[in-house]
């Protein structure tokens, strides 16, 4: 028998009551959490985005999250921050309350140490300090500030073959399950580790051995099922179960005499929604959500997850790996509820539908037409009747769906036809479905393109990125803005200039001006196609740029901002061409 424990609240409130009479000292330590559910879908937070977890997981569903990331400042520190940030220790001031609320609400963390910034700059914790029981005690520290049961390890990028940081990590798990185990704690370690198709590569099992052979034990290997870069043809779904069983087998030959059921309980998967970093040849997409999560659930195993939870939002369609959104047409929260019931086995879910539509967003000539597939999927129970409408078309435009109703599974084609009449701008045209459990809706922006002057479409990025189209990177924010709530942000790196453009048509031979305002190192904006002219500024500061030009013959132009290789990153806003 054990003996009884008086819930956190009480002894705290019990500690404050003496502590106010001088009879004790209060010291009001973090409540120890209820081991994780055999089965949890846990997505990833972004944890540098000033987002408050507790929030997001009330307005997503996601009682638990995979708070990413933990490490050191600097190369050669054996103190853990989040995100590297001196102002972000461990400690309750960072996160403390949010994840209080989370773990009173019946949900948790899963703290991440690691990550790919940290992996490839030496400050991963590990491979940033040298002394063992230094490590044991930061993965110590961060469970007994948060009351966590769980620390996943995030292992990529050049700390996969730094084998002197992968044998010093082993050790260090083996202290503190050792520590654990003395002081009556339930602690769990997962690694998360890249994958191929078939299952963890050579150096992904070296950690894993390694980890035997330090008596470490790993309770979760959740292989990331993205970004396979091996420029081969993927249907994703299908690709997170062949790098399951193929990580089912090499789990075999590392615990022999283990059952087939405890080793899937051992797997993890970890998907991207969306356009992976790779690019639009490994899209995750909706249809592809609820297959995952039926095979996780029948297969038993252990954590299902994303990357990441501010990612699970259609807000910029046809961009690969952003932070923020997704890249594909999708209502927000999408795969957050298609992965939820996984959560402790769950019973039967409702029937239920998504809607999305591909492509996402399309730009036409006063006079012409488009077209994109609307595709339904089952994201829970079973196939029902959806019926579908489309509305938000305006003055000279006709939207039809063909056919209007589908079985929850079927595709139907949305056809938008304009007239020579039609005022050129960009237009929201929602397409909802309706069923008997409910409705789901999704957004097919068409820009009908101008034929005069004065046509460049969202130059004040109010609307998102539609109509224009960015190299990775290239997303809305909120701040610095020149006027209005949103500017464009480009992002240069060593390998691209971040560039952002958008087509137009306008008057043959005709002189037009383009303006703008930016701000950052190397800013330039442009023209080019039927016309080519640029100009340029560096500045810390809003600056406005002119650039005159004269169409050709075909009067189509596209106009574009960039930044510079590995310059920083470039603001735009207020883009006009008269």
Known sequence: MRPRTLPRAVLAATALILAAFGLVTVNVTAAVAAPLPSHV?????????????????????????????IQATTKGSCTPYWNGDGNSPIASSS????????????GDVIPSFGGYTADNTGTEIADSCTDVGQIAAAYEKVITTYGITRIDLDTEDNSLNNTAGIDRRNKAVKQVEDWAASTGRTVQFSYTLPTTTGGLGQSGLAVLQNAVANGARID????????????????????????????????????????????????????????????????FTTADAAPVEQWAAGTGINTLSFWALQRDNGGCPGTGGA??????????????????????????????F???????????????????????????????????????????????????????????????????AAAPGTYPITVTGKAASGSHSTTFTLTVNGSGG???????????????????????????????????????????????????????????????????????????????????????????????????????VTVYIHGWYAQGNVYADDLGVS
Not at 98 to 105: F, K, L, T, Y
Not at 324 to 340: K, L, P, R, V
């Open 454 to 556: 004065g046509s460049l479409v969202n130059g004040g990025f109010e609307s998102g990125l539609s109509p224009w189209t960015c190299q990775p990177g290239g997303t809305t924010v909120g701040s610095p803005v020149h006027s209005g709530a949103h500017a464009l942000l480009v992002a240069p790196t060593s390998s691209q200039t971040g560039e952002c453009g958008q087509t137009l048509t306008l008057q043959p031979g005709h002189a037009y001006t383009l303006t703008g305002w930016v701000q950052g190192n190397y800013a330039y904006l442009g023209v080019s196609g039927g016309a080519t002219a640029s100009t340029w500024a560096s500045s810390a500061g809003w600056t406005k740029l002119t650039v005159p030009f004269t169409t050709g013959s075909s009067g189509a």
């Open 220 to 283: 979760v290997v959740n292989i990331m099922t993205f970004d396979y870069y091996d420029n081969a043809a993927h249907e994703m779904a299908n690709d997170t179960k062949s790098a399951a069983n193929g990580l089912h087998g090499q789990l075999a030959a590392l615990y022999p005499g283990t059952s087939s059921t405890a080793l899937w309980n051992r797997i993890g998967v970890t998907e991207m929604p969306g356009i992976d970093d790779f690019g639009p040849a490994e899209t």
């Open 95 to 106: 996160f403390g309350s949010s994840i209080a609320s989370m773990q009173a609400a019946g």
């Open 323 to 352: 932070g923020n959104c997704s890249g594909i047409s999708q209502d927000t929260w999408f795969f957050s509820h298609a992965f939820e019931p996984f959560t402790g086995g769950g019973g039967t879910p409702g029937n239920d």
């Open 354 to 420: 998504s809607v999305s539509a591909s492509p996402s967003s399309a730009a036409v000539n006063p006079g012409g037409s488009t077209t994109a597939t609307v595709r339904t999927a089952v994201t829970s129970g079973s196939a029902q009747s959806v019926a579908l409408t489309a509305s938000g078309a305006p003055s000279g435009v006709t939207a039809s769906l063909s056919p209007a109703s589908v079985t929850a599974g079927g595709t139907s084609t949305l056809t938008l036809t304009t007239t020579s």
């Open 41 to 69: 879908f846990a997505p990833y937070f972004e944890a540098w985005t000033g987002d408050d977890p507790a929030a997001l997981a009330q307005q997503s569903g996601s009682k638990y999250l995979t708070m990413a990331f």
